[in-house]
């Protein structure tokens, strides 16, 4: 990504000479090694990151003195947590030489503190977790310092980083449903505190699988980054056991599914009346996108992708699509003929080399294909049952939208990514705000407009249930999403 353009423009002219409350964390794509492939059986442990296996992460600084300590950025998630130096996964020579990327030395900093010991422990969906203390300290980041933030330090962990999760504090691995649960101010409640930021709100942007950079906003967005205006959705809240609502996950509803064909010009609705009601969380912690198969195998058949569902998982798509300019659009809000908002996701982005977290395994033959350089695809199904399931846009989706996430009155802005942008805007957030600034981005152009969308393709589901046993199966990492606390949900 090219250097930005520095300049910040306060919202309201008389506060032009005040610092801001905004904080900017520069994010980047880390890769992994391609040995922390692991062969799983639920698809809902697939997602972890990026092309080939990396990571958005960030650097930070923890303790007094300060230490360096990189984080994997999680909108999915709310703890933030980090891995001591004497953890098991960085004293073990095998694991160190895979997966130790430093960790944190608690006896170096005057300013650490333990707050609850041995409380913390934390499991994500495909199983990996760790375990540790509650301890609070100092982490400094984009020019701000955040005092006593209550973290997690992990001395037992499957997991190779720590993460920093900036969801819902209702989340946090703390609150899991027993007698002792609890829940703590989260690094964004506690930057709202501190007078860092006005509101419990941010803004991501992540580029294009080009760019290895992208940034967080917090407090605030950027009007360089997206096109036309943010569109404003309702976040959905969680189904309690209990029957009650609480916002958990940033889940939005989507409302329609289409395709504009490169060779055509022309769209073709895959599916309005199943897209009804249809939550999905918008989670950076999570590479891929994981959507229902009914909707997956329609996308796959549009552009002749093969579901490999005995073997390794894993969808197989032309890698000649990488030069293929025809876009899928992911409808928000409204209907499918009349959404609120459209992100155009060109096919570009959902195709992915078989390399790193997608390398296939010596002795692991693949299924006959109808093309001969094949590459994943940046789509896997959800095979849980409707009840229980949780559909993803992860980052392959992500890429295209510009989203604000403002926790504070439970709103997504949403609006489509202005790629490779060299200009920088911050718009300050302000406190008592009711909704996300109604502020406009760049103007829209000929090439994103939308054509009439045809008559809706019949959408079947694939005849053969894609739920694999088989110990072959290869996938790619894991993802951030928590295991949800005990008393959440039955459903998003």
Not at 63 to 90: E, H, R, Y
Not at 233 to 247: F, H, M, R
Request: aromatic letters at 8%.
């Amino acid at each position: 990504m090219k250097a930005p353009i520095t300049s910040a423009i306060v919202a309201v002219a008389a506060l032009s000479s005040c610092a801001i409350a905004v904080v900017t964390l520069p994010i980047s794509r880390k890769t992994q090694h391609s040995s922390q492939i692991r062969r799983r059986d639920p698809i809902t442990e697939i997602l972890g990151n990026n092309e080939t296996g990396g990571l958005y992460t960030a650097d930070a600084v923890v303790g007094t003195p300060p230490q360096k300590i990189t984080f994997q950025i999680d909108t999915g998630s709310s703890d933030v947590w980090m891995l001591a130096a004497s953890a098991d996964l960085c004293t073990n020579p095998v694991l160190q030489a895979e997966r130790r990327r430093g960790g944190f030395e608690e006896k170096k900093s005057s300013s650490f503190k333990v707050s609850k010991k041995n409380a913390f422990s934390i499991t994500y969906v495909d199983g990996t977790g760790s375990a540790g203390d509650y301890i609070q300290d100092t982490l400094s980041f984009g020019g701000a310092t955040i005092k006593q933030l209550e973290m997690g330090i992990a001395y037992t962990s499957t997991v190779p980083m720590g993460i920093m999760g900036i969801g819902y504090d209702f989340t946090e691995a703390s609150n899991d449903g027993t007698a002792t649960a609890f829940i703590y101010p989260s690094i964004i409640d506690t930057m709202v505190t501190q007078g860092l930021i006005n509101t419990k709100a941010y803004s991501l942007y992540l580029d294009d699988l080009e760019e290895a950079t992208g940034s967080i906003i917090f407090g605030g967005l950027d009007s360089e980054k997206y096109y036309g205006s943010l569109t404003q959705l309702p976040i959905v809240p969680g189904t309690l056991v209990n029957g009650s609502k609480a916002y958990g996950f940033p889940a939005v509803m989507m409302s329609g599914l289409s395709m504009i064909s490169s060779k055509t010009g022309q769209a073709t609705n895959f599916a309005d009346r199943y897209l009804a009601e249809y939550p999905v969380v918008l989670d950076s912690g999570s590479t891929v996108s994981l959507l229902d198969p009914v909707l997956g195998q329609a996308m796959l058949t549009a552009i002749n992708g093969v579901y490999d569902y005995t073997v390794t998982g894993l969808l197989f798509v032309d890698c000649s699509l990488r030069n293929d300019v025809s876009t899928f659009n992911f409808a928000f809000g409204g209907t499918a003929t009349a959404p609120k908002v459209t992100i155009k996701v060109p096919i570009s982005e959902l195709v992915y080399d078989l390399t790193g977290l997608y390398a296939i395994p010596a002795g692991v033959t693949l299924p006959r294909l109808p093309f001969k350089n094949p590459c994943a695809f940046g789509i896997m199904f959800n095979t849980d049952s409707p009840a229980q399931s949780t559909s993803i846009l992860g980052d392959t989706f992500l890429r295209s939208a510009y989203v604000v996430y403002d926790l504070q009155n439970n709103l997504i802005g949403m609006a489509q990514t202005n790629f490779d942008s060299n200009q920088t805007n911050i718009v300050e957030f302000f406190a008592n705000q009711t909704k996300i600034p109604d502020v406009a981005g760049i103007p829209v152009p000929a090439s994103l407009q939308l054509p009439a969308l045809a008559p809706t393709v019949p959408v079947v589901a694939p005849t053969v249930v894609p739920k694999l046993t088989t110990s072959l199966r290869v996938l790619p990492s894991r993802t951030t999403a928590r295991v949800p606390p005990k008393v959440t949900t039955k459903s998003i």
